[in-house]
């Protein structure tokens, strides 16, 4: 205690660092935040029109809520900026091109038409213009929706695979992106 | 009672330094803040602290260019030091990131209000920058000063605090050389007393922040009986580099050391001022323009 005591009077006696009449802190802190879940697909056989094959065959649920995990409870507003597609782990032949759906709350987010699963070996946001890949702004609404205010179950994803030049081996990642403003003091 | 006496000072330490970048017990905002920035946007966020500190720095060192030829003279002063922040130090340009326009935008510094919120690539989905988290009009500081001469015109500044470790506290140290010489006396015809000055100045705290800063100039003082005038012109440098880690969500891996540097934006000033001796106690203030304004201002012991 002595010894405290006379480092803090050298300290505040010799030396006095202070940012006076100032407030720290008074607005909200923005952290961004992300959750990342992924659908395996192994699909050993070519899928022929018209049908699809559901991947995973019981549907995926993301919980939103867990964007909100950085701020330890402290949440103000949250919102969605963005969301990512990656493929890692392909092993679908060069050629395999395939089509499908990706599903929020079985409406339809994104389209894919005759795409190689490599076209995602980099993250690509949802957002991009990429041939063969269409974002549909009804599904897109559900996930921002679904990230303000998250459902108690999840966002329910899944998805529909077919048809198929190929077999299809790939993993697929799906990541979204958040704001949380955190309430100031 | 050292517990709590250790968590106070170290509260009150953590809210004065708020540019520390550590493992504290207790998370700033400001840190929370700058941990989501990536490196360019963080030295823009950041650049006016880096600049205000830096001119702080590079404040107070004289209050008159009277020196003898030879004789002991010695004074203490406590100086302290202020930087206005004006509205130029609370906007910059940063860039937002993908799926959003690269294009810069004008946005809130630490100093600034709210971040601006910029569009996305379809209704509904927006970015926003970080909010400024500090309100202030000035930047203060303040620091020890010992000046001793005279030789052949001559005098050395010092301004030197080591403060040791205290708990997770790092080790913080101050240090400052200079020197003056007085050049009128070459020229007797020369009704002012006139000095050439040329300092330089470090400010560590462990590996988290290191700062310095160089300046040279001449300053010329007159006196009238207990009070002296004093004016000067002075070139300057400075610069701080922090380190952090990045917890963005964007650029970097969440995780990665990111080490800043950034230069001090005011290079030059002209300062005037005044200086009261009453005897060995000595009061002075003076006022610093260049690309921000400054005051500095004190109390000093001595002869």
């Not at chain 2, 800043?260 to 009061?283: E, H, P, T, Y």
Request: charged share 15%.
């Amino acid at each position: 205690m002595k010894k405290n005591t006379i480092i803090a009077t050298a300290l505040f006696g010799s030396l006095l660092f202070f940012i006076i009449g100032c407030e720290i802190g008074t607005n909200p802190i923005i952290l961004d935040s992300s959750i990342s879940e992924n659908i395996t697909i192994n699909q050993t056989t070519v899928i022929p029109p018209p049908y699809e094959v559901p991947f995973p065959v019981s549907p995926l649920y993301v919980d939103t809520k867990t964007l909100q995990d950085v701020t330890g409870g402290n949440v103000e507003k949250i919102s969605f900026y963005n969301m990512t597609l990656m493929v890692d782990n392909n092993t679908t032949p060069d050629t395999g091109k395939i089509t499908g759906r990706l599903m929020a709350n079985d409406t339809v987010l994104v389209s894919i038409t005759n795409l190689s699963p490599s076209v995602f070996s980099t993250e690509h946001s949802i957002f991009e213009t990429i041939a063969g890949f269409h974002l549909n702004n009804d599904g897109l609404g559900i996930v921002l929706r679904a990230v303000k205010n998250p459902p108690p179950g999840g966002l329910k994803m899944q998805l529909f695979l077919g048809p198929t030049n190929s077999p299809a081996h790939f993993r697929l990642w799906i990541k979204v992106y958040g704001q949380i403003q955190t309430k100031a003091k | 009672m050292s517990k709590i006496f250790n968590t106070r000072l170290y509260g009150i330490v953590l809210t004065l330094l708020a540019f520390i970048f550590s493992n504290a017990q207790a998370q700033s905002p400001i840190e929370d803040a700058v941990k989501q920035l990536t490196s360019d946007n963080a030295k823009g966020y950041l650049q006016p602290l880096a600049t205000s500190f830096g001119a702080n720095l590079n404040s107070g060192m004289y209050h008159s260019a009277s020196i003898g030829e030879m004789g002991f003279s010695c004074r203490f002063d406590i100086v302290g030091m202020a930087t206005s922040i004006g509205s130029a130090e609370k906007k910059y340009n940063a860039i937002a990131p993908l799926p959003f326009s690269q294009e810069p935008v004008e946005t809130a510094t630490l100093f600034g209000g709210l971040g601006t919120v910029v569009d996305g690539p379809v209704p509904g989905v927006e970015y926003q920058f970080q909010n400024g988290q500090v309100k202030t009009d000035y930047i203060l500081f303040a620091a020890p000063q010992l000046t001793i001469g005279d030789v052949y015109y001559s005098q050395v500044v010092i301004r030197y605090v080591p403060v040791p470790k205290i708990g997770d506290f790092p080790k913080t140290t101050l240090f400052g050389f200079g020197a003056r010489h007085n050049v009128s006396h070459y020229f007797p015809f020369v009704p002012l007393d006139v000095a050439a000055n040329i300092y330089y100045q470090t400010f560590k705290i462990g590996d988290l922040l290191n700062a310095k800063s160089f300046s040279f100039g001449a300053e010329a003082s007159k006196s009238f009986s207990v009070l002296t005038l004093y004016g000067g012109l002075q070139y300057e440098s400075s610069s701080m580099d922090v380190s952090y880690e990045y917890q963005g969500q964007y650029g970097p891996s969440m995780g990665t050391k990111i080490n800043l540097s950034m230069d001090g934006k005011n290079n030059f000033r002209f300062i005037a001022g005044a200086n009261i001796n009453l005897f060995v106690l000595n009061l002075f203030a003076d006022v610093n323009i260049g690309s921000m304004t400054m005051f500095s201002g004190g109390i000093g012991f001595g002869f």
